[in-house]
Each structure stands twice: as C-alpha cells, then as structure tokens.
C-alpha cells in the first residue's frame, strides 16, 4: 500500500543560500573548476537541500529538482531531445551547456519565461527528425543519493504534456503535441525504472494545464494519463499543477487512475467539491504562496483546508508552487525592521508554515496555536502601518490620471525629434555595460565602510568616462553610461523609492547562473530625489553625441519585485509610474533628449488565462504611458523588450507608443518583426541582431545578415542596430570586440542603401 505524506513543497531552491552553484558553474565555464569540482557542489547543494527539509519536518521531499542550468533543458537531456548541432560534442557536460549557451561555433536554445514568472527557461527544439530516447540516468542517480541518506523522496519531472507545449517546432507546422505518443513509453519505462529504484511516489509537473487548453489537448492529456496510470509496475503518480486554476482540465486528470493531484490554491480557484473523483485520490493542496514572501494567514489557510477534508480522498499541506522563486531564509536578512520583519515569510519560513499547518490538520489547532498568535498579530500592524498609505501621493495621482496623460501622435513626434540629425540605422546598445572587477570592488568598498561616497563617486565617474570613450572609439551613434552604479536595473531603483526594501541575501535564480534579488514593494511609493539625473548628465558631459537616460518601467519594477498583495497591482504600478514620469522630466530639463523605460517584463505578467489578458494590458499600457507622459516632443522616448513570446502582447507593444522599441530578434531570428507589421506597428524599432546571453562573438557578416533580414520588414528610416539586450554579464573583450563588428556591419548595409 502506498504510504500517504502529509506535508511537502512541489519543489526547492538549487543555487546555495550563498551561490555556491553560481560560483562553481560560472569558474566551470572559465577553467577555473573542473567536473568533479562543479558535482561536488552540486552533491553538497542536494544533500542539504534534503536534509534541512526533513528536519524541519515534511515527510514528501522532491527530488530531481536540483539543475545546473535549467530543468527544462534537463528534461531534453531526459528524453534525448537536444538540437542536433550540439551532437558533435562528446562530452556530457559540455554538450549541455552549449545548448544552454553556445559556444564560438554553436547557437544556443531560446531562452524564454517560465510561465508569468520571472524565471527563465530554455526552449527545446523538436524537427521532424528528433528521434526521441529515454536517459534516466539523472533522475535515478539524485533518488539513490537521497534514499542513501534515508530521504522519503520523490522525484520530480516535467510532464510529457507541459513539455511539448512549451517547445518549438522547427521544420514542421504540425501541433508538437501530436508527437505525445512517442514519449508515452518513455514516461512509462521511467516510471518502472524510478519503482524498481525505491521511489514510492512521483511528481509529474504538468503546468501548461493552468493556461486555456482546447478540448482537444485536455483530451490528449486524460490519455496520457490513463495510459501512465495503467503501468503495471510504477510509484504512485502526483499530477502538480501551479500557477493557477486547471478548470476544464481538473475532472479530465482527477478520472485517470493518477493517485495525487497538487492543486494551486493561491494562484487558483479551483472547486473541488465540484469534481467527485477527487474523493479517491490524494490531494496536495497548495495554499502557502510559492512565489511571493508575504506571511501566510494562517486562520484563512487552515479554514481553506478544513472546506476540502470531506471533498478529498486524503489531504495533505504545500506551497503553491516550487520555492525556487522565493530567497533561502529570512534569516540571512539583518537590516529589516521589526514590523516588515513580521510580515515576510522566505523559503524557511513557508517551510515551517506548512508544517505547521499540517500539524494543526492532524493533530488539533492548539498543538501549534504560537504560531497562529504570531500570524495574527503581524497581520494586524500590516494593516495600521502608516508607511502603506501615502494620501498626498494618491491624491496627486488620481488629479494626474484625471487629466488624460499622454503623449502627441507620433508624426507631430517625429519633426521635433529631427534635431537629433541620427543617420539611417543608428547604432545604439540597451544600457548596460560590463560590471567590471573594478566596480564590484568599489561597491563591496563603499557597503563595507572602507571608502566615502566621495571615492565611490569619482570611481564611478571614471567608469563612466571609459565607456563613453569606447563607444565614441566604436562609433555608435547614440551612447550610454553603462550603469556603473547599478546592481541591478530593478534594485537600483527600489534603494531610492520610498515603499520598497531592498534585502541582503534575498538571492533568487533567474536563469542558468544568473541570480536577482527582487525589492520587495510593502507600502505606497514616493520618489524623495532625481535617481539617475547626475550620471547621465556627467556622461553627456563628455561628448556630443546624445546619450541615453536610462530608465526602468513600472510593469517591470512591479515584475521583477515581491509586490505587495493587499491592493491591485495597476494601482502599484501607478505609484511606480508617476516616479518614473518624474525622473523623466528631470532628466528632460537636465538636456537629455533621449529617454529609454526599459519594460522587458511586459509579456512575463500577462494572466495565463486570456479572460484576464485585457484587464492586465489595458493598465500595464497605461502605466507606461503615465510614466513617459510628462515629456516634450522633442524628447525621443525609447523602450525596450527581450527573452519572452510576444505574439500575445503585439497589440500592447505597438499602443506603448514608444518612438523607439528595441526587442530581442536574435536566438528567434526576426520573427517579432512580422507581428509587429501585422498590427500596423509605423514606429521606430531595433531588433536585436546578436544574442548577448552567448559568450560568443558574432562576425560582422553575421551582424549584416541579420540587418538585410530586417531589413525585409522595416524600412531603413525606422530600423536601429543594436543586440538584445545588456552587456552587463558579458566581459569587456566580447563586447569591445562584438560591438565592434556590429558598427562595421551598420555600415556596410547602410552603404548599400
């Protein structure tokens, strides 16, 4: 008989409370580490991932959600669906992290966002001739380390459904999903393999099941679910959904022979009393939030589980979601104050909530009443707190948004912005320079103590100056500073609002080894000073050739940060919107005729479902355009968007009314530009033409091809040359050296013209 658990989390964080992950992979790629130095960390990672899990008291721990780069391209590994061109390179290791990031010679997966989160994934390729062969070997080797050291562990994979809709077909136009029964038997012999190795239950991540599903797929995953179920010899199944409600999809799963169900009880709203076979099976309910830090409300959350005890099979308690979106522990955080200390809850602390609740379910409320108190009693000061209610901002606000905020059309824009005199395909970069040695060392510096503000600031400066000279040196036509100063294009700003806190440590993973660590947004949002007036207009200074003020968006602030939840996030976004509006028109009357709002993570918040799509676009348009409304004419306006799908969001990037949108075109190869065409898009637009989040450099015949290729869908009058996006994470010789090639290949089409 399988064991029931009664408390678990869909899923952990994997990159160490102190990076370690990153380090090791990051000195991996240099030649600083070998293979057997990266395993050792990831070994080390695992176990205490593990360990720390069941002494704080779940008896369900999932395993195989530990990755070097990314469980979606560990799930390809899984199933032999690697792009062909990295099948040249015999080693294991390398050949995964070339489908990750490329080598000199071989381009990498598209990389995209995992779901409305602001975590990445990489996009598996399937051609006709993908040949599809099971290798377990990961899986298998992650459960015998955890049941070595007496783990109840369960793997956790990527559902055969959620894969093929999350991948891109190449070389065929026929729905990937019809592929699904070429997997079946793989899931089914790695279902009897995981048996045969000790594990009594398995995770099957199915999340694409949250989002609108035709008939028809919902159709195809009750089959493949009743032909998994009826595997002979397999642990039980637990079918995860996350990130919403499965709806239409719930009854299709609960009627296969599946065990459990993990059902989203933040995000979703679900009923399951409406669904009957769930009184046969084991539901994981998911009601401790996932993905963003607020406290849990203990009393609301234990009512919610009580309503279920007669419409399930058997119950148990967990996060809403893997906790690979949420920072370690609270812990590691020393400077927050009492009251905001109160209302958070990191990844420890959701751990201990979940058990606490699960302990309250099945032992009586009194057992674990402290808790309660607690929860309670924060929860109460987070409703008096002054700092979440600012009258005189709201009240400017709401006169602002009275008013009709907007900009003139565009071709009254366009005469005034002339006196730019930019040639036919200015060259241009996104903002972001490399963060050199000499800039961390100077920050850790400046926050240890060990050097003023007066040395941060003339080191900086220097910076700065290098950079200007550089791109002067290069060539391009209209400069940046680099940002010298920032960490981070959301935290920067955050340190300077009023409503935001940025953490220590609250490091979280957003793709490969790339980590943030997202500000969290607790109470209304003023602007106290200018953030960026005083190194733009240094950088100005010494050159004349127009340089960009450089801006983060507030539906990118929102994205990128724990928001708070007790109000609408379009009134959030408003607050940001009207701080930014207020830097802009500072950097306006400090003589920057450029202006670029950065919202890469316009598509990454837009609902799953599309009966949520129109309320989400019309306020996050209006946003921007509150935050870019206060300017001039003759101030050119910039925006910027990478690393998502923007087929469903086409409609909302054309209505920013930017003058000038720069988006990521390169690893999709120009396909952005058809869609804009297609909704009459007449604006200013650069499309990246080389793919910064690969180590390599791109030949300047590689650079022009991709110009002519544009070239195809945007007259010359509208086209701007420029990657994808920011350097920051590259080192200074790729980007001299990339850039380089890129202002010669602007220059060898445009001689063509």
Known sequence: MTTLFTATVLGSPRIGRNRELKKVVEAYWAGRADAAALAAVGADLRRQTWTDLRDAGLDSIPVNTFSYYDQVLDTAVLLGALPDRVAGIDDDLDRYFAAARGTDSVTPLEMTKWFDTNYHYLVPEITPSTSFALDASKVLGELGEALELGI????????????????????????????????????????????????????????????????????????????????????????????????????????????????????????????????????????????????????NALTTLGTLLGSTGSLAVSTSCSLLHVPYTLQAEKNVDKALRSWLAFGTEKVREVVTLATALTEGRETVDEEFALARAAASTRTTDPRLRDNAIRARLETILASDPGRSPADQRRPAQAALELPLLPTTTIGSYPQTTAIRVARAALRKGEIDDAEYLIRMRAEIADVVALQEELGLDVLVHGEPERNDMVQYFAEQLDGFFATENGWVQSYGSRCVRPPILYGDVRRPNPMTVSWITYAQSLTQRPVKGMLTGPVTILAWSFVRDDQPLADSANQVALAIRDETVDLQGAGIRIVQVDEPALRELLPLRAAEQTAYLDWSVGAFRLATSGVADSTQIHTHLCYSEFGEVIDAIANLDADVTSIEAARSHMEVLGDLNAVGFDLGVGPGVYDIHSPRVPSVEEIAASLKEALEAVPAERLWVNPDCGLKTRSPVEVEASLRNLVDAAKLVRAGL
């Open 152 to 299: 109840a562990a369960r793997p956790v994979i990527v559902g055969p459904v959620t894969f093929l809709l999350l991948s891109k077909a190449v070389g065929s136009e026929a729905p990937l999903l019809d592929r699904i029964d070429e997997l079946v038997p793989l899931y089914a012999d790695l279902l009897t393999q995981l048996h045969d190795a000790g594990a009594e239950w398995v995770q099957i991540d199915e999340p694409a099941l949250v989002a609108d599903r035709t008939p028809e797929e919902i159709a195809t995953a009750k089959r493949v679910y009743d032909q998994l179920s009826a595997v002979e010899t397999r642990p039980a199944i637990l079918l995860a959904s996350y990130f919403g409600s499965l709806g239409d999809a719930l009854p299709a799963i609960a009627s296969t022979g599946v065990e459990g169900i993990a059902v989203d009880l933040v995000a979703g709203s679900d009923t399951l009393a409406a669904v009957p076979e769930l009184t046969r099976k084991h539901v994981v309910a998911g009601v401790v939030d996932g993905r963003n830090i607020w406290r849990t409300d203990l009393e």
